[in-house]
């Protein structure tokens, strides 16, 4: 039997020397009292039995450095050497838009779970396990779910999801069940090749396919859903959107004006254009005084993600 006092006195036995640092001790750190660590090694052991999903990953680069030092450098990656074989990562190169560098891509794809990622998302340790986990429940939640992703928004513009985001911090929090949203932010999406979902090529460059896509299976009696595989979205924090924003911004408003209003992460996409008016009237002054960009990305993500844990514990 294990009295309160003993498992104290286990734990602090544990920490030996080191019980000074106990506030930074989390799973997997290497101040874990020898109890639980081995509890947890047990658990990792059972996960690494189950089989791993197969899926391919798909990125559109168009910076070779931003995606060797984000998201190839991903620990996610670079785990579970057994199981890489079941993840085949598709590098989209050259490509004048995102929808064209992802349609090859699902053509290329030989796995049916795919995922779009940005060149500079950093995927922390245990994401795919995550991932799979994610799955599983939307499988159960809605077998015939459309687009999941790890950030997205409902029509009402309440966002959901569990993400860092630059200049803001750390969005959303930990949760299990996926939740319905309208749009998904393009930063991660996951869909099934079997569902025979195309990205628009009419859409040029590299915005609002996100939101497209979610509309496109909502078209084919489909939901998307926001999950909770927490990553890092190591971008510049952008206080003024490209011209191209705003082309893309015509071209779906004329395409979805049955489905108005649409939340995106980023934008609102109404009748009357509110929030792009105010988007334009802010970027007119940002420019007068030369701030277009209101953070940089981190030359070290994995000491970023260090950071985040330590002001936020849930992030993993
Ligand atoms: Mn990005």
Redesign the pocket.
């Known amino acids: 039997m294990t009295s309160k006092a003993n498992m104290a006195s286990r734990l602090l036995r544990g920490f030996g020397g080191t019980l000074g640092t106990h506030k930074t001790a989390r799973p997997g750190s290497d101040f874990l009292p020898t109890a639980i660590s081995k509890q947890l090694d047990e658990r990792r052991t059972m996960k690494e039995e189950r089989p791993a999903a197969a899926v391919t990953l798909a990125v559109a680069v168009n910076n070779q450095a931003v995606l060797e030092a984000n998201l190839l450098a991903s620990p996610a990656l670079h785990e579970n050497p057994g199981q890489r074989a079941k993840r085949e990562l598709l590098i989209q190169e050259g490509y004048s838009s995102a929808a064209e560098a992802y349609n090859q891509a699902i053509e290329r794809s030989p796995y049916d779970l795919i995922v779009f990622l940005?060149?500079?998302?950093y995927l922390p340790s245990g994401w795919f396990e995550r991932l799979q986990f994610c799955i599983a429940r939307l499988e159960k939640q809605d077998p015939a779910w459309g687009v999941a992703g790890c950030w997205g928004a409902t029509r009402d513009g309440v966002g959901f999801g569990h993400v860092y985001s630059p200049g803001v911090g750390v969005l959303g929090e930990r949760f299990d069940q996926p939740q319905p949203v309208q749009t998904l932010d393009e930063?991660v999406l996951v869909m099934k090749r079997s569902r025979g979902l195309r990205f628009d090529p009419g859409l040029d460059h590299f915005h609002f396919y996100g939101a497209d896509l979610c509309l496109e299976a909502k078209a084919r009696g489909l939901r998307s859903y926001a999950i909770s595989a927490f990553c890092v979205?190591n971008?510049n924090y952008q206080l003024v959107l490209p011209p191209e924003f705003y082309q893309a911004y015509g071209y779906f408003k004329g395409k979805w004006r049955a489905e108005l209003p649409v939340q995106t992460p980023c934008i609102r996409v109404s009748r009357f254009d509110r929030d792009l008016r105010e988007r334009r009237v802010r970027e007119w002054f940002r420019r007068l005084r030369g701030r277009m960009i209101g953070q940089f990305r981190a030359e070290n993500p994995a000491l970023l993600y260090e950071q985040l844990r330590s002001q936020w514990p849930a992030t993993q």
């Open positions: 940005h060149q500079d998302i930063i979205h971008g």
